[in-house]
């Protein structure tokens, strides 16, 4: 019996890969949402992301597929070539190729140094956008530092502890207990946590503003000991695995890049947290009727917002 009563794969944006991971002309292949994909940057620069398996007879597009042109696929099979708006464009024995042949597209958007795709599991069209992150590319912040986990769970249970006040004392040996607000948008979701941390000269006050624009799309701003943003990223491998990013970026200190090396201590510390989640998510269940008690957290507001990411109920 499945840890969980939701679907694996939620409705809304899925980081497939960042923006540097893209050469023009160079196919690259990935398995997201339980589907084989490819991804390419097009001769204008524009992202595309399509499904692999060739409809001709089956071929995996990524593996030894090419770019000709700046934008068409060529399968390693029988050289049909595809067009990034899916359709087959050339059969290099025939003269017409069939008008019903397709690739399935997805849904793009590329911002903030990261490519995404739109999933949903009725084919709707988007529903919300991602916003433009203010610090992204300025120069008083510093390019990311990528951090990855493959965590066998679901990112919307993961995501439960960033309104899990206790487990920031009893895991991760936070001084005193978070003050918490959660506030719910539509799909936004905003958390504030304010608490003592702990360091080498006393206690000072930190904060931790989580936004969440819908299921796999977060913003962490942490302020304190030096101002720090997060953009975390989970997106389904299958229904077991979930492919987890945190990509981090320090305000520069001084006008240098992280002067004190402080910013990297914070990411030391904040990877250390990670490690510690990783086996709780990897070994619970998902409880639809948890027993709660005043300080845990407002979980009724997360759990009510998370659902509006299904079509269907649980």
């Known amino acids: ?62 593996v030894g597929g090419t770019i000709v042109d700046g934008d068409r696929i060529r399968c390693p099979f029988h050289a049909w070539e595809w067009g990034a708006d899916g359709a087959c464009k050339r059969v290099p024995y025939s ?36 916003p433009d992150l203010p610090h992204y590319g300025q120069p008083d912040w510093t390019p990311y530092r990528i951090l990855r986990w493959t ?28 003050e918490s607000t959660v506030e719910a948008d539509g799909p936004i979701l905003r958390c504030q946590s304010r608490m003592k941390l702990g360091t080498p000269k006393g206690e000072i006050p930190g904060g931790i503003d989580t936004t969440d624009y819908g299921p796999a799309f977060q913003t ?58 990783i086996p709780i998510w990897e070994n619970k269940a998902y409880l639809t009727r948890p027993f709660l008690v005043e300080g845990d957290g407002p979980f009724g507001v997360y759990r009510r917002w998370m659902k509006q990411f299904f079509s269907t109920t649980w």
């Open 1 to 62: 019996m499945s840890r969980f009563p939701f679907p694996a794969y939620a409705n809304g944006w899925f980081r497939v890969a960042y923006s540097d991971e893209l050469t023009p002309g160079v196919l690259k292949s990935a398995h997201y949402l339980g589907r084989d994909l490819v991804i390419f940057r097009d001769s204008a620069g524009t992202a595309h992301v399509l499904d692999a398996i060739c409809p001709h007879l089956g071929a995996h597009l990524g």
């Open 95 to 130: 003269e017409r190729p069939p008008a019903n042949a397709r690739l399935r597209t997805w849904p793009v958007v590329e911002k903030n140094g990261l490519v995404l795709v739109w999933h949903h599991d009725q084919d709707a069209a988007p529903s919300f956008e991602l």
């Open 151 to 178: 965590v066998k769970s679901r990112w919307l249970d993961m995501n439960e502890n960033a309104v899990d006040r206790a487990h920031f004392v009893y895991v991760h040996g936070a001084h005193t207990m978070p």
């Open 220 to 277: 962490v701003h942490l302020t304190g000991i030096i101002e720090t943003w997060m953009v975390n990223t989970a997106t389904p491998v299958d229904e077991e695995a979930t492919d987890v990013t945190f990509a981090y970026s320090v305000h520069a200190v001084d006008g240098a890049s992280d002067k004190h090396g402080v910013g990297a201590a914070i990411i030391r510390d904040l990877e250390k947290q990670m490690l510690q989640d």
